[in-house]
Nanobody, 124 residues
Framework: QVQLVESGGGLVQAGGSLRLSCAAS????????LGWFRQAPGKEREFVAA????????RYADSVLGRFAISRDNAKKRMFLQMTNLKPEDTAVYSC?????????????????WGQGTQVTVSS
């Protein structure tokens, strides 16, 4: 089992940047594929980005492609989401997720472990 804790959220103006972190504890971090999801008020949780266990493969939602970058540091048991050129529609609670069988999964059910989330608010 793995425990996940997100940090780095906050309030930013449109066009600004934020870097989210996901810290993991528990079993071998490098065995897990990881993902970022977000959920805005009144909306379903949606896929943002995913990264393979090695970090060699990534996948992004069309809405963030070219603006967000996912990465991981297996030695430090951390995953990151660098967000640039933020838009008001990026406002949501961002959660990291992990699974030892998912392969760049894009659906929430592909992931067994979840963090509590961190709020990102982008003002216009």
């Amino acid at each position: 089992q793995v425990q996940l804790v997100e940090s780095g959220g906050g309030l930013v103006q449109a066009g600004g940047s934020l870097r989210l972190s996901c810290a993991a504890s528990g079993r071998t971090f490098s065995n897990y594929a990881l993902g970022w999801f977000r959920q805005a008020p009144g909306k379903e949780r949606e896929f943002v980005a995913a990264i393979s266990w090695s970090g060699g493969s990534t996948r992004y939602a069309d809405s963030v492609l070219g603006r967000f970058a996912i990465s991981r540091d297996n030695a430090k048991k951390r995953m990151f989401l660098q967000m640039t050129n933020l838009k008001p529609e990026d406002t949501a609670v961002y959660s990291c997720a992990a699974d030892d069988t998912a392969v760049l999964g894009m659906t929430p059910r592909a992931y067994a472990y979840w963090g509590q989330g961190t709020q990102v608010t982008v003002s216009s």
